[in-house]
C-alpha cells in the first residue's frame, strides 16, 4: 500500500498515553462486507452492508474498490452518472483515477490522495482509470465514503477539495508500532486537511504486527473500523477481525485495536479505515445516486437530472492533470 507514509515514525508527533479512567468503546456489531460489482465492472466491497442508517449517520455508503491487479486493457470505472444531497469522499491507495464533472473540474488522483466532492445541489461526474492505466493494467485498490449533508446544505452549490497524500497530519503511537494518517476532522488535536460540512474524522491507519493501537476519540460522535487488510483484534474483548469487515462501535471515548503478530503472507501489517462523526439526526431518503430527506425531494432530483438541470455531459474529456480543476 504505497499510501504517505515515512521512513522512520518515531520522529513523528505521538498519541497520548491514555489513563486509567478512559471508557473504551465495546463493538456493538461485527460484520462482514459482500463482494459485488459498480460501474463498468470493478470489484467492491461494500462495507455498510446490513448496518442500520442510524448507526452509521453521518455516513451513508463505503465501497473498498479492489485490490484488484489488472492486466492490460482490464482497468474500468463508472460511466456519467449524478449525486445530489451528499459528499463523496474517494481515497486512492494504488493506482491513479481520474475525475471529471458537469461544472468543468476534473483531476487525477494517486498513492494516497483523497478527492472529496460536495455535490450538494447536484452535478454530474465520471471516474475512470486514465488511458495510460487502462493499456498497461497495474494494481487498483481505494474506497469511495458517502457522507451525508443537513437539510441546510444539500442544495448548496457544488465544492471540490483536492487533498494530496501529503497533506495529511501524520502521527504514531508512544511505542511507535502504527502510524495515523488523519485525512479529515481531528485526532488528539492534530488536525487533516480535509473541510468538511459535518463534524467528522477520517483516519487510515497502519497497525505494526503484534502492536496495539489506544486512539482517543470524541465521545459525541459515533465510530466505525473497517479493514482494509490484515488480521487482529478489536475492542477491549479482543474480538477477531480480518479483511473486509467493519466493527460498529458503542459509546465510549477511545478505540482498542490490536494486529496479530502473524500476517498473511502478502499483508505486511493490519490496514484499517476509521471513521466517525457527530450524528445528523434527520430523515434519510436514499435511492440510487440521491440522499435526501423525503421522497418528494428524491422525485424531485429525479426530475431535475431528466430535465438536464444537474449539467450535461461535456464533449470531450479531459486531459490528464496533476490536480483538481475549478473550485467554486
Known amino acids: 500500500?504505497?499510501?504517505?507514509?515515512?521512513?522512520?515514525?518515531?520522529?513523528?508527533?505521538?498519541?497520548?498515553?491514555?489513563?486509567?479512567?478512559?471508557?473504551?468503546?465495546?463493538?456493538?456489531?461485527?460484520?462482514?462486507?459482500?463482494?459485488?460489482?459498480?460501474?463498468?465492472?470493478?470489484?467492491?466491497?461494500?462495507?455498510?452492508?446490513?448496518?442500520?442508517?442510524?448507526?452509521?449517520?453521518?455516513?451513508?455508503?463505503?465501497?473498498?474498490?479492489?485490490?484488484?491487479?489488472?492486466?492490460?486493457?482490464?482497468?474500468?470505472?463508472?460511466?456519467?452518472?449524478?449525486?445530489?444531497g451528499f459528499e463523496t469522499v474517494t481515497y486512492m491507495i494504488d493506482g491513479i483515477m481520474d475525475h471529471q464533472d458537469s461544472q468543468g473540474g476534473g483531476g487525477t488522483i494517486t498513492d494516497g490522495d483523497t478527492q472529496w466532492m460536495t455535490a450538494g445541489s447536484g452535478l454530474l461526474h465520471i471516474e475512470a482509470p486514465p488511458e495510460?492505466?487502462?493499456?498497461?493494467?497495474?494494481?487498483?485498490?481505494?474506497?469511495?465514503?458517502?457522507?451525508?449533508?443537513?437539510?441546510?446544505?444539500?442544495?448548496?452549490?457544488?465544492?471540490?477539495?483536492?487533498?494530496?497524500?501529503?497533506?495529511?497530519?501524520?502521527?504514531?503511537?508512544?511505542?511507535?508500532?502504527?502510524?495515523?494518517?488523519?485525512?479529515?476532522?481531528?485526532?488528539?488535536?492534530?488536525?487533516?486537511?480535509?473541510?468538511t460540512h459535518t463534524p467528522i474524522t477520517i483516519t487510515h491507519v497502519t497497525v505494526q504486527p503484534g502492536a496495539a493501537l489506544s486512539l482517543p476519540w470524541r465521545s459525541d460522535f459515533n465510530a466505525l473500523?473497517?479493514?482494509?487488510?490484515?488480521?487482529?483484534?478489536?475492542?477491549?474483548?479482543?474480538r477477531p477481525i480480518h479483511t473486509g469487515q467493519l466493527a460498529v462501535h458503542g459509546p465510549g471515548d477511545a478505540l482498542r485495536v490490536t494486529a496479530d503478530a502473524k500476517q498473511d503472507g502478502n499483508t505486511p501489517a493490519l490496514e484499517l479505515y476509521i471513521m466517525g462523526g457527530q450524528p445528523i439526526g434527520e430523515p434519510v431518503a436514499h435511492y440510487g445516486p440521491f440522499v435526501m430527506n423525503t421522497r418528494d425531494e428524491l422525485v424531485?432530483?429525479?426530475?431535475?437530472?431528466?430535465?438536464?438541470?444537474?449539467?450535461?455531459?461535456?464533449?470531450?474529456?479531459?486531459?490528464?492533470?496533476g490536480g483538481q480543476g475549478p473550485r467554486p
Do not use: C
Not at 41 to 65: C, K, N, S, W, Y
Not at 230 to 235: H, N
Open 300 to 321: 424531485q432530483a429525479f426530475e431535475d437530472f431528466q430535465a438536464g438541470k444537474l449539467g450535461v455531459i461535456p464533449a470531450k474529456r479531459l486531459p490528464h492533470t
Open 132 to 195: 495510460h492505466l487502462v493499456t498497461s493494467g497495474g494494481l487498483f485498490h481505494g474506497l469511495q465514503l458517502w457522507v451525508n449533508l443537513p437539510r441546510v446544505a444539500k442544495m448548496n452549490p457544488p465544492r471540490y477539495q483536492d487533498i494530496r497524500g501529503k497533506e495529511s497530519a501524520l502521527l504514531t503511537t508512544p511505542d511507535g508500532g502504527a502510524l495515523i494518517r488523519v485525512i479529515a476532522g481531528e485526532v488528539a488535536g492534530h488536525r487533516g486537511p480535509g473541510s
Open 1 to 84: 500500500m504505497p499510501a504517505i507514509t515515512v521512513d522512520d515514525v518515531l520522529v513523528l508527533p505521538r498519541l497520548p498515553r491514555l489513563d486509567e479512567s478512559t471508557t473504551f468503546r465495546p463493538v456493538r456489531r461485527l460484520t462482514t462486507a459482500p463482494s459485488g460489482f459498480e460501474g463498468e465492472g470493478f470489484p467492491v466491497r461494500r462495507a455498510f452492508a446490513g448496518v442500520p442508517l442510524t448507526e452509521l449517520d453521518p455516513f451513508i455508503h463505503l465501497d473498498q474498490m479492489g485490490e484488484v491487479d489488472y492486466a492490460p486493457g482490464e482497468p474500468k470505472g463508472t460511466p456519467w452518472h449524478p449525486h445530489r
Open 225 to 238: 473500523v473497517y479493514v482494509l487488510a490484515g488480521r487482529g483484534t478489536v475492542g477491549t474483548d479482543r
